[in-house]
T-cell receptor, first 113, second 113 residues
């Protein structure tokens, strides 16, 4: 788990502002994922990337954008189009080999003021 | 696509008793079933997983069973302790490749001392 870092831990945003959440991994994993967690809602997939320079929308991609220019980095931008962005955001990466274990970062708690 | 249902949403047990959490999945092609434990404010952490070529797997006080025919799998925690209190998530996916896991909505387990 220590191989995935997210920053910042807490983030406050005013309505109408875009913010970018950082996710870095040094596990040499090809696949990376962004989840949103709300109370009682479990883990909902926002975007995922299976390889550098490629990414796909998840279940709740509206109002979010991502990039994957480097293998170790998968930043998430929460745009002003996201109507209810206050949530706990978790980044994850996965070993594409047989072990298939998915590891999570420590999360970023975003609050819209 | 895959759909994972998890029950119950909350579970309270007395310390020393057993706890069982059940999940069902819809896609018969899924062959990898991990369980994650998430303590308050922390990241989900993998506690045990099972692949479809195995019916049961045990690690000390925790065990997972899989019924491929019925498409359900369960987490069993024996001799529960207060530190087992957390939210537990089941997930289903494919053993290889980077297709995202699909998560259940979680079970909040409270172990009462």
């Amino acid at each position: 788990d220590g191989g995935i870092t997210q920053s910042p831990k807490y983030l406050f945003r005013k309505e109408g502002q875009n913010v970018t959440l950082s996710c870095e991994q040094n596990l040499n994993h090809d696949a990376m994922y962004w989840y949103r967690q709300d109370p009682g809602q479990g883990l909902r997939l926002i975007y995922y990337s299976q390889i550098v320079n490629d990414f796909q929308k998840g279940d709740i991609a509206e109002g979010y954008s991502v990039s994957r220019e480097k293998k170790e980095s998968f930043p998430l931008t929460v745009t002003s189009a996201q109507k209810n962005p206050t949530a706990f955001y978790l980044c994850a990466s996965k070993d594409s080999g047989y072990t298939d274990t998915q590891y999570f970062g420590p999360g970023t708690r975003l609050t819209v003021l | 696509g895959e759909n994972v249902e998890q029950h119950p949403s909350t579970l309270s047990v007395q310390e020393g008793d057993s706890a069982v959490i059940k999940c069902t999945y819809s896609d018969s092609a899924s062959n990898y079933f991990p369980w994650y434990k998430q303590e308050l404010g922390k990241r989900p952490q993998l506690i045990i997983d099972i692949r479809s070529n195995v019916g049961e797997k045990k690690d000390q006080r925790i065990a997972v069973t899989l019924n491929k025919t019925a498409k359900h799998f369960s987490l069993h925690i024996t001799e529960t302790q207060p530190e087992d209190s957390a939210v537990y998530f089941c997930a289903a996916g494919w053993n290889s490749g980077n297709t995202p896991l699909v998560f259940g909505k979680g079970t909040r387990l409270s172990v009462i001392a």
